[in-house]
């Protein structure tokens, strides 16, 4: 998650403070994304960076707001 907080924060320009709390019952102790397994089983290849993909989800919000 940290990484993904980090992304959102360079993207967007926008300075924030995750809130940072205890797992909730039945979060796991740990979550890991990887795309080895993807890569190695099934020919898989990532073709966009973390922030591209946080910059074209921002992109997204900011054209279409609720």
């Given at each position: 998650?940290?990484?993904?907080?980090?992304?959102?924060?360079?993207?967007?320009?926008?300075?924030?403070?995750?809130?940072?709390?205890?797992?909730?019952?039945?979060?796991?102790?740990?979550?890991?994304?990887?795309?080895?397994?993807?890569?190695?089983?099934?020919?898989?290849?990532?073709?966009?960076?973390?922030?591209?993909?946080?910059?074209?989800?921002?992109?997204?919000?900011?054209?279409?707001?609720a």
């Amino acid at each position: 998650m940290r990484q993904i907080m980090d992304a959102m924060a360079r993207v967007t320009g926008i300075d924030f403070t995750p809130d940072v709390a205890p797992r909730r019952p039945g979060d796991p102790a740990r979550i890991v994304a990887s795309g080895e397994a993807a890569a190695r089983d099934l020919d898989w290849a990532m073709r966009h960076t973390l922030d591209q993909m946080v910059g074209s989800a921002w992109e997204a919000r900011r054209t279409h707001p609720a």
